[in-house]
T-cell receptor
Framework: GAGVSQSPSNKVTEKGKDVELRCDPI?????LYWYRQSLGQGLEFLIY????????KSGLPSDRFSAERTGGSVSTLTIQRTQQEDSAVYLC?????????????FGPGTRLTVL | AQSVSQHNHHVILSEAASLELGCNYS??????LFWYVQYPGQHLQLLLK??????LVKGIKGFEAEFIKSKFSFNLRKPSVQWSDTAEYFC?????????????FGKGTLLTVNP
């Protein structure tokens, strides 16, 4: 079946603009995760959804970052007033359920460049 | 804070050489351990995982990893690498408990295999 998809694949924006990144998880996966990969860094956890609820937003780096999930499916990560340090690859993953035994399947990522 | 260390940033090998990539994690109780691989232009994908039982786990494409609890390590090995193993390799951990959905990643090791 189809894997996790993300759009756009690349986004170039100017400092101060808002951006929206989209994630379509694997059908039937109830858990969804956002990670960020900055240059030279590992993947950094941002937020976790179980269904439409986000029980853990602890990884969001500032209040400029927000995310939502609707219909237990598509998720949008929004970054307001982008800064150059927001430049990174944003990865989405999904899994069949919560918990450490559920493999997370990753999407191709959105490469965000803030000029 | 929980952390994962990968000792090598970039490893260069010739085909047929043996590979060992180091991974250490900070102590945090019971852990589940993963190695992910990202081939050029492709998604992150799971190479192998350890939850419990035999500490020597085998994954796809001839890779294996050994969990040594006393050393907080989960090193990845392959007896004879191929050019097609050129990729970036990420070690990841999640900790059983309240945040067991969250993967903590190392910074990755770029493996280049020369033909």
């Amino acid at each position: 079946g189809a894997g996790v998809s993300q759009s756009p694949s690349n986004k170039v924006t100017e400092k101060g603009k808002d951006v929206e990144l989209r994630c379509d998880p694997i059908s039937g996966h109830t858990a969804l995760y956002w990670y960020r990969q900055s240059l030279g860094q590992g993947l950094e956890f941002l937020i976790y959804f179980q269904g439409n609820s986000a029980p853990d937003k602890s990884g969001l780096p500032s209040d400029r970052f927000s995310a939502e999930r609707t219909g237990g499916s598509v998720s949008t990560l929004t970054i307001q007033r982008t800064q150059q340090e927001d430049s990174a690859v944003y990865l989405c993953a999904s899994s069949t359920g919560q918990g450490s035994y559920n493999e997370q399947f990753f999407g191709p990522g959105t490469r965000l460049t803030v000029l | 804070a929980q952390s994962v260390s990968q000792h090598n940033h970039h490893v260069i090998l010739s085909e047929a050489a043996s590979l060992e990539l180091g991974c250490n994690y900070s102590y945090g109780g019971t852990v589940n351990l993963f190695w992910y691989v990202q081939y050029p232009g492709q998604h992150l994908q799971l190479l192998l995982k350890y939850f419990s039982g035999d500490p020597l786990v085998k994954g796809i494409k001839g890779f294996e990893a050994e969990f040594i609890k006393s050393k907080f390590s989960f090193n990845l090995r392959k007896p004879s690498v191929q050019w097609s193993d050129t990729a970036e390799y990420f070690c990841a951990v999640n900790y059983s408990g309240g945040s067991n959905y969250k993967l903590t990643f190392g910074k990755g090791t770029l493996l280049t295999v020369n033909p």
